[in-house]
């Protein structure tokens, strides 16, 4: 089962929803931490199947944060998400990296202007647009498709199994896109509905960070125009990965996309 892949979470005093895997051991001096935002009805643990490992190995300590979905008996909305992102952000000494997937990805963005942020990379990245255009095309192209990311609201477990390939690329073997799959649900409804919508994300000329838009090759659930959108807001291009689907760190193929962002933090010098 994937849980044998996870590597062990410590405890730590950090705010409630926070966690720091034990990977500063591989820490170069000077080297930005990596602020690690998951996606929609994932947590942290989709960063511990491997790729958070490969990032510390290379010298960059990582910040695993886990979202709290439904903070004293309410629904959190993308404004909770990114006031615990800065939270984290607090904990950290020297430059952050925020690195994001799909929702995460739609929060790094929502990031840009903190001082501490040195840059961002965006995973599949929900656009500063929100998801209104993808989702109304999905809900014509693949309505079965659609109806389940819409309930990534239900508990985990609540997937359809014959869709679980959907969220991955060919070469994932199907008994693991299931466990996978598994895995997801209990978002806040609040965010979901929120995400949709047009999000107050600064653009490339007004934060002069850089950024990083990773998108992948067989993604259903995000498009390719919507990952280049996103690219030309923040001034770049979008690089695709061939051969993966939308959870891409948790792909066979997830070392060349960890290797692609680990050249890229180099460069960040």
């Not at 390939?165 to 979901?192: D, I």
């Amino acid at each position: 089962m994937p849980d044998t892949h996870l590597p062990p979470r410590l405890p730590s005093n950090l705010p409630e929803g926070l966690n720091r895997p034990h990977l500063r051991r591989h820490a170069a001096a000077g080297s930005p931490t990596l602020l690690f935002l998951h996606g929609a009805g994932c947590g942290g643990w989709v960063w511990e199947h491997g790729f958070a490992d490969h990032c510390a190995a290379a010298g960059y300590p990582a910040l695993v944060l886990d979202f709290t979905r439904h903070p004293q008996g309410r629904e959190a909305g993308l404004a909770d998400f990114v006031a615990e992102a800065r939270a984290a952000l607090a904990t950290v000494e020297g430059p952050v990296v925020a690195v994001g997937h799909s929702l995460g990805a739609l929060v790094a963005q929502r990031l840009l202007f903190e001082p501490k942020l040195r840059a961002a990379a965006l995973l599949a990245p929900v656009p500063p647009e929100g998801l209104w255009l993808s989702s109304t095309r999905l809900a014509f192209s693949d309505p079965r498709l659609w109806a389940e990311a819409a309930r990534m609201d239900a508990p985990p477990g609540s997937a359809q199994p014959d869709l679980a390939p959907s969220l991955f690329g060919t070469a994932m073997p199907v008994e693991e896109a299931r466990a996978w799959a598994a895995r997801l649900g209990g978002e806040s409804h609040t965010a979901l509905l929120e995400a949709q919508a047009p999000q107050p994300v600064p653009h490339g000329w007004l934060h002069g960070r850089p950024v990083l838009v990773l998108g992948a090759g067989e993604d259903r659930l995000i498009p390719h125009d919507a990952v280049h959108r996103c690219a030309l807001w923040h001034n770049t291009s979008a690089q695709f990965l061939p051969g993966l689907g939308h959870l891409m760190m948790l792909e066979p193929g997830w070392p060349d996309l960890a290797s692609r962002l680990v050249a890229w933090l180099h460069k960040l010098g």
